[in-house]
């Protein structure tokens, strides 16, 4: 893709004078129709300045790209415009606009403007062909500009003598369990990193809203390497054949420029499957049993927050006087929810391991766990919980790939045979004679002894695991640390250990909105670009999203690491001695109304941030402007 097949002269307007972004774009918006791309002008700016009010397109460097996808484009195109003088506004260096590029893109054309977008901002990053582009007289010239540099940039037909392309092409896949910070951060800094090394890059997110900016099997044909930078499973088997490089979505954040350099080497393997990586690669089997364990995991939270938050909401409209009949079915209907976490846990582990297979086994492996199922009588049984799920799971789709590994032996003839009647019998009954026989009898007695043993914890024991659980939560922003605490927490809440999950809650909230308050604070100590962000982190901070302030953990671990930790860590303490209690897993401050002690939560809020705050004004040093 070049940007000189969507650019002509007919749509570049040079040296012009504006007073303002509206104005721009308007002007903007009628060189784009006067090339013929539009059916509906006035449609089009308004979805133009629809897609501004969502966040400012300008990007730094005197640049600005608004764009949008609309119905009213009938033929994707650029439009540009120069400005003398420069235009001020709001830009996130503060330098003004001097040059605008607008893209219009079909409302039916998928990711055809980020992949224009893409292009864009990989050509500006050459300053001085933006400089020679701003001074360019006539639009010939400034097409002309942008066409030889793409040619000068074009790879070679052939490899260069050493086998290795001068230009890389590269498809990403970015995941995480719950499909929100992490999966767009990995994205953004991949994507950053192919800009500075002058490689093209398109990045697949799989993310809470669902698949965004999919790979098609174009991409993945033409591509020199995938990434796949996931902490849960995803979709591989596109991807046999091709050389693949996988990571963790925090290893694509905190180090992607060594991320794109190692799926750049020519020995990067090809993946050949399920069975693709060395079976003695333990780095490797790890990451993907710790994949297959959070693709459960993520499958299970929003049936944990979906639950809690309805009980909690029933305990509020109680409180309020509604009905009873209201609140007594969004109860029911909550505490429902949490009857499926443990079945809907093993069975997404047994799928990412087996799949379509292994769900049924994994399901009823796990719904044998919630009921403590045993060949004692029933009123014996005791819930084998969360441990007796894992096992379940994993126990299930290890089974089926040992079944579907001795079904290749069979004639062709038993196929149908074989995974219509074979695999589903067999898996369910090594599954059930696991869970009945095995499991069951000795992890119910150990729920039992832990349930008891957290009730009996009173006092300051209880206290250090306030402290504990809320210092854990700030320890490395959504990793699997913080998950563990944050699963400790949840599962605390289906016991109705409400303070448990109170303390967890506030630990994570704490470390967006210290640094937050920090910026505030101590601006001197961080760089303009860190302050633009406070106002998101202390959003961030009181919807409980600790990845808010992983962006800073990454850049001086050392310093705002322990800040976080010790700030949450109170905040925990502070949470479980004044006794707070939370009835749902997520929402942070939108949820105080249903706190046990709402007041108490706050406060160990505050403490916990200002403490943080300052112990971050006092670490870190002056940064030069």
């Not at 790209?65 to 420069?86: F, M, N, Q, R, Y």
């Not at 607008?102 to 990989?122: G, Y």
């Not at 010790?566 to 706190?595: D, K, T, Y």
Request: proline share 7%; aromatic share 6%.
């Amino acid at each position: 893709m070049h940007i000189t097949d969507f650019l002509h002269p007919d749509s570049v307007a040079l040296h012009r004078q504006v007073d303002s972004m509206q104005t721009a774009v308007h002007l903007l918006v009628e060189l784009m129709a006067a090339g013929g791309h539009l059916t509906d002008p006035a449609a089009f700016e308004k979805d133009v300045r629809a897609r501004e009010e969502l966040g400012g397109t300008c990007v730094g460097g005197g640049l600005a790209i608004p764009h949008a996808k609309s119905e009213a484009v009938c033929a994707p195109g650029l439009a540009v415009l120069t400005l003398d003088p420069p235009l001020d506004c709001a830009t996130p260096d503060g330098e003004p606009v001097r040059m605008m590029f607008l893209i219009a893109a079909p409302a039916d054309a998928n990711d055809l403007h980020v992949q224009v977008l893409a292009e864009l901002a990989t050509l500006l990053l050459d300053k001085d062909l933006c400089d020679r582009l701003i001074q360019a007289e006539e639009p010939a010239r400034f097409c002309g500009l942008i066409a030889a540099q793409e040619q000068a940039a074009d790879p070679p037909e052939n490899p260069t003598p050493g086998g290795r392309p001068e230009h890389w092409r590269f498809v990403a896949v970015t995941a995480c369990p719950t499909g929100l910070a992490h999966t767009y951060l990995a994205a953004e800094a991949l994507q950053k990193a192919a800009q500075e090394r002058g490689v093209s890059l398109k990045v697949e997110t799989n993310g809470a809203a669902g698949v965004n900016h999919p790979l098609s099997s174009e991409d993945i044909a033409n591509a020199d390497c995938i990434i796949v930078a996931a902490d849960r499973a995803v979709s591989t088997a596109r991807f046999v054949g091709k050389r693949m490089v996988s990571v963790s979505a925090r290893e694509a954040i905190r180090d992607p420029g060594a991320v794109l350099d190692r799926a750049a080497e020519s020995n990067v393997p090809i993946y050949r499957g399920g069975d693709g990586f060395r079976a003695n690669d333990w780095k490797e089997q790890g990451r993907e049993a710790y994949r297959h364990l959070m693709s459960g995991i993520s499958h299970m939270l929003p049936f944990v927050v979906g639950g809690g938050v309805l009980i909690a909401f029933a305990l509020l409209l109680a409180q309020l006087g509604a009905p009873s009949p209201l609140t007594d079915m969004m109860d029911t209907v909550g505490r429902a929810a949490f009857v499926l976490i443990y079945p809907v846990l093993a069975a997404f582990i047994a799928y990412s391991i087996g799949d379509i297979p292994a769900f049924m086994p994994g399901l009823m492996g796990g719904y044998l766990a919630q009921l403590g199922t045993t060949i004692a009588p029933q009123e014996n049984w005791v819930s084998s919980g969360f441990w007796g799920a894992l096992v379940a799971g994993f126990a299930a789709g290890g089974l089926v790939q040992i079944l579907n590994w001795l079904g290749r032996r069979l004639p062709p003839a038993l196929e149908q045979v074989r995974t219509g009647l074979l695999t589903p019998a067999l898996s369910l009954l090594g599954v059930g004679a696991l869970m009945v026989l095995i499991v069951n009898p000795p992890l119910g007695q150990f729920n039992l002894w832990l349930c008891d043993l957290l009730d009996g914890m009173q006092g300051d024991s209880r206290l250090v695991m306030g402290a504990l659980l809320g210092a854990l939560m700030a320890t490395d922003y959504g990793g699997p640390i913080n998950k563990a605490a944050y699963l400790t927490g949840t599962l605390a809440l289906v016991n109705n250990q409400y303070d448990i999950m109170a303390a967890v809650m506030v630990g994570g909230m704490v470390p967006p909105i210290s640094v937050a308050l920090a910026c505030l604070l101590f601006p001197n100590r961080f760089t303009a670009a860190e302050r633009r962000t406070a106002p998101q982190n202390l959003l961030m901070g009181a919807s409980f999203v600790t990845e808010g302030a992983l962006s800073f953990a990454l850049r001086d671990p050392l310093r705002v690491g322990p800040a976080c930790v010790l700030g949450s860590g109170l905040a925990g303490f502070l949470s479980m001695l004044l006794g707070c209690g939370c009835p749902a897993p997520h929402g942070g401050l939108f949820l105080i109304a249903v706190i046990t002690n709402p007041l108490g939560f706050l406060l160990a809020l505050a403490v916990g941030s200002v403490v943080s705050a300052f112990l971050l004004g006092l670490f870190k040093k002056p940064v030069m402007q």
